[in-house]
């Protein structure tokens, strides 16, 4: 058995019922993301995406969040919970977007469109929000572009795809997009869509704005592959929501492939495809069990973030989880 496989398995039978009571004793609630691996989504108290996980931070009771996630996700719960301890089971789970821009190239950006509003994905560092005026996520992007007025030009960052989509969906021309992007996303390509789509004509496609293939995907519409009504551009909330509803027998689904769990639980009488099954970000799957009972145990990694700086980035961030659709993804 690879180490890896080893490495993720729980540790013991008792494992999810020691997680929790190790919880309870510590005050801890403990949150995953949609792309954990599906033991560490089903042993969370909550499970969902990047912006029903902030806000779930935000109005947290408990007195400390453990948050399976990536860095940068941890760092948002931090600065909207400023009071309370906040542990990520492994602090090298970082994340190749908000790696894409500095906090440096952005002042640089900044200094080129002077009284532009700057619109970050919540995928960046701490210091990258604090130089921005409204951060927002996938779930979101949209409405808080739509938030700016018409006549001021949006620096929107760092999500190339994800840019695009945007300034697709508001029309607005003054929307700048940087040029980052997310591997695991990126690579999900649209000669793969394309050649899934063909084989699955019936499928619905639930795309996610940061995949290299959503601007394909509504080629495909607009040349009559697949009727426009099957193609749904969502966050990993959205999905989830969506698959819900749906009455389709089969989905073929552009993301991370940790989705495909909740996906599965959500509709179980759906056949949901990976567009791409190599789609798997190996930040998100570094937080593994073994990993998640040692953090409750030993209170590590803390994530702390410079108290200047969380400052600085706290308006966004609490302007992020104001905009949108409260029940959206919990
Ligand atoms: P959402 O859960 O907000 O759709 O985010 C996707 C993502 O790539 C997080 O890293
Ligand atoms: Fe970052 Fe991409 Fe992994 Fe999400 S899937 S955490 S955007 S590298």
Redo the contacts with the bound molecule.
């Keep these: 058995m690879a180490s890896t496989e080893r490495d993720h398995r729980p540790p013991g039978p008792d494992w999810a019922e020691r997680i929790r009571r190790l919880a309870r004793e510590r005050d801890a609630v403990v949150l995953a993301?949609?792309?954990q691996l599906p033991e560490i989504q089903d042993v969370a108290h909550h499970t969902?995406?990047?912006?029903?996980?902030s806000r779930i931070a935000a109005r947290a009771r408990e007195s400390t969040i453990v948050f399976c996630?990536?860095h940068?996700?941890a760092e948002t719960a931090k600065i909207l919970a400023p009071d309370k301890t906040v542990l990520i089971p492994d602090a090298a789970a970082g994340?190749s977007?908000a790696e894409s821009i500095t906090a440096g190239q952005l002042r640089e950006w900044k200094s080129e469109h002077p009284g532009a509003v700057v619109v970050s994905y919540?995928?960046t560092t701490a210091e990258v929000k604090a130089e921005t005026d409204l951060c927002c996520?996938?779930?979101n992007a949209v409405e808080v572009v739509q938030s700016v007025p018409a006549d001021r030009e949006v620096l929107f960052l760092p999500d190339q795809f994800l840019g695009a989509h945007v300034r697709r969906v508001t029309g607005r021309g003054n929307v700048h997009v940087w040029a980052g992007e997310?591997h695991?996303?990126a690579g999900i390509s649209g000669f793969e869509l394309s050649a899934k789509a063909a084989d699955n004509p019936e499928a619905e496609l639930f795309i996610?704005p940061?995949c290299g293939c959503a601007t394909s995907a509504l080629y495909l519409a607009g040349a009559g592959v697949v009727q426009p009504e099957r193609v749904k551009i969502?966050?990993?909330?959205?999905m989830l929501e969506t698959a819900k509803a749906t009455t389709a027998g089969s989905v073929l689904v552009a993301?991370?492939i940790g989705l495909l769990h909740q996906l599965r639980r959500a509709a179980p009488q759906v056949d949901f495809q990976a567009v791409n099954e190599r789609a798997s970000?190996r930040y998100?799957k570094m937080i593994t069990p073994e990993k998640l009972l040692r953090s409750l145990r030993e209170s590590r990694d803390e994530v702390t973030v410079d108290p200047v700086t969380a400052e600085r980035a706290r308006a966004a961030v609490e302007r992020m989880i104001a905009i949108g659709h409260p029940g959206e993804?919990e």
């Design positions: 993301h949609n792309y969902g995406d990047s912006l029903a996980l996630g990536v940068f996700m994340c977007l919540v995928n996520t996938s779930s997310c695991v996303h996610h940061e969502l966050s990993t909330g959205g993301t991370e970000c998100m993804g």
